[in-house]
């Protein structure tokens, strides 16, 4: 029991939710060690690892299940999951809105498909409106610009990118602050190391995950496409209409 527990041998960590726990009890339920390299015979951390292929799962309490917050000691793996996790939702949300204009996109092939063979029968000609034509051209106009948007938007405001930006410009501005306080000494190795594991949500940062830009290139370069079909029909439509 807690009540026996000596806290010189392991301390004692308190959660948010209320619940206590040995030192070396919590780290094994989080899992630590899978993020750290381990001194087993001192008993401590002494260096980062590589963070794990796998999906971390959020640590929660071990008694009532509240997701683990605002212990320093565990933010690596924190970060990581958090970040996974906004990764995850950002990905549905492009997939989301590249299957709205995939949708918008079918409609008009439809009607386009309706008016292609109109213009294989020359009497048929006249039944395709010329203002219903400069319409979806118009449409076509506002889905490209979509596109683009999507295609900026899975690139620039992916949470990896975002984050690791976010993680520089702290760095850089802690460097900044140390430098213009020399008073302070020197930064070392240690001290520009020690910034870097408390600021950066990965160890190692990496390049986005491409799965949101591949779907989002795909999505506008079909909308591209369709667009220069819708074009080249309405430049078609105009000829024949005559003056």
């Known amino acids: 029991s807690l009540a026996d527990h000596d806290p010189s041998d392991s301390p004692l960590i308190v959660l948010r939710c209320g619940h206590a726990f040995a030192l070396d009890t919590i780290d094994e339920h989080v899992k630590l060690k899978e993020v750290y390299e381990r001194d087993e015979r001192r008993g401590i951390y002494i260096g980062l690892k590589p963070l794990p292929a796998h999906v971390l799962e959020t640590p929660t309490c071990p008694h009532c299940r509240t997701p683990i917050a605002d212990v320093k000691r565990f933010g690596r793996i924190l970060k990581h999951t958090a970040l996974v996790q906004a990764t995850r939702k950002f990905i549905v949300g492009i997939?989301?809105?590249?299957?709205?204009?995939?949708?918008?996109?079918?409609?008009?092939?439809?009607?386009?498909?309706?008016?292609?063979?109109?213009?294989?029968?020359?009497?048929?000609?006249?039944?395709?409106?010329?203002?219903?034509?400069?319409?979806?051209?118009?449409?076509?106009?506002?889905?490209?610009?979509?596109?683009?948007?999507?295609?900026?938007?899975?690139?620039?405001?992916?949470?990896?990118?975002?984050?690791?930006?976010?993680?520089?410009?702290?760095?850089?501005?802690?460097?900044?602050?140390?430098?213009?306080?020399?008073?302070?000494?020197?930064?070392?190795?240690?001290?520009?190391?020690?910034?870097?594991?408390?600021?950066?949500?990965?160890?190692?940062?990496?390049?986005?995950?491409?799965?949101?830009?591949?779907?989002?290139?795909?999505?506008?370069?079909?909308?591209?496409?369709?667009?220069?079909?819708?074009?080249?029909?309405?430049?078609?439509?105009?000829s024949r209409a005559g003056p």
Not at 150 to 157: A, C
Not at 171 to 189: F, I, K, Y
Request: hydrophobic share 40%; net charge negative; proline share 5%.
């Open 95 to 238: 997939t989301t809105d590249t299957s709205a204009i995939d949708t918008d996109i079918e409609v008009i092939n439809n009607e386009v498909q309706d008016w292609m063979r109109c213009l294989q029968d020359s009497k048929n000609i006249g039944n395709i409106p010329l203002e219903d034509v400069k319409a979806v051209i118009q449409d076509m106009d506002s889905i490209v610009d979509d596109g683009t948007y999507f295609v900026k938007k899975s690139s620039e405001l992916h949470p990896v990118a975002r984050a690791y930006a976010t993680a520089q410009a702290t760095l850089r501005a802690a460097r900044s602050n140390h430098h213009h306080h020399p008073d302070d000494g020197d930064m070392t190795v240690e001290d520009n190391k020690k910034i870097e594991v408390d600021l950066l949500p990965l160890s190692h940062p990496s390049k986005p995950s491409p799965v949101a830009k591949i779907e989002a290139d795909r999505c506008l370069v079909r909308a591209l496409g369709m667009k220069v079909v819708v074009g080249t029909l309405g430049a078609i439509v105009h």
